[in-house]
């Protein structure tokens, strides 16, 4: 069946980095897009970042633009989030999910990860 199993996350502080790591099995992992979502405690679950699995197209949200990066590795079944100077606001628990289809335009996604926390704090 399908899995997705995300990791990576930690405590960080303010401006620092880290990087997330979803990775999969039980499908055609290059016949995907794959997207990373994130909800903070209180809030709705937003939509993060997404790459399409014919051109390697990539999406952001503008909250991440410019420090976020969104990388796949086809003969290693995993997506990476790449995250840079990173904020509080950032703090959610992060989760990957796969796209009903190749691409990320107009995607629904259906399966999910677990999540992994991410936690930006002095």
């Known amino acids: 069946q399908v899995q997705l199993v995300e990791s990576g996350g930690g405590l960080v502080q303010p401006g620092g980095s880290l990087r997330l790591s979803c990775a999969a099995s039980?499908?055609?992992?290059?016949?995907?897009?794959i997207g990373w979502f994130r909800q903070a405690p209180g809030k709705e679950r937003e939509g993060v970042s997404c790459i399409s699995s014919t051109d390697g197209s990539t999406y952001y949200a503008d909250s991440v633009k410019g420090r976020f990066t969104i990388s796949r590795d086809n003969a290693r079944n995993t997506v990476y989030l790449q995250m840079n100077t990173l904020k509080p606001e950032d703090t959610a628990v992060y989760y990957c999910a796969t796209a009903t289809h190749s691409s990320c335009e107009g995607a629904d996604f259906g399966s999910w990860g677990q999540g992994t926390q991410v936690t930006v704090s002095s």
């Open positions: 039980g499908f055609t992992f290059d016949d995907y897009a």
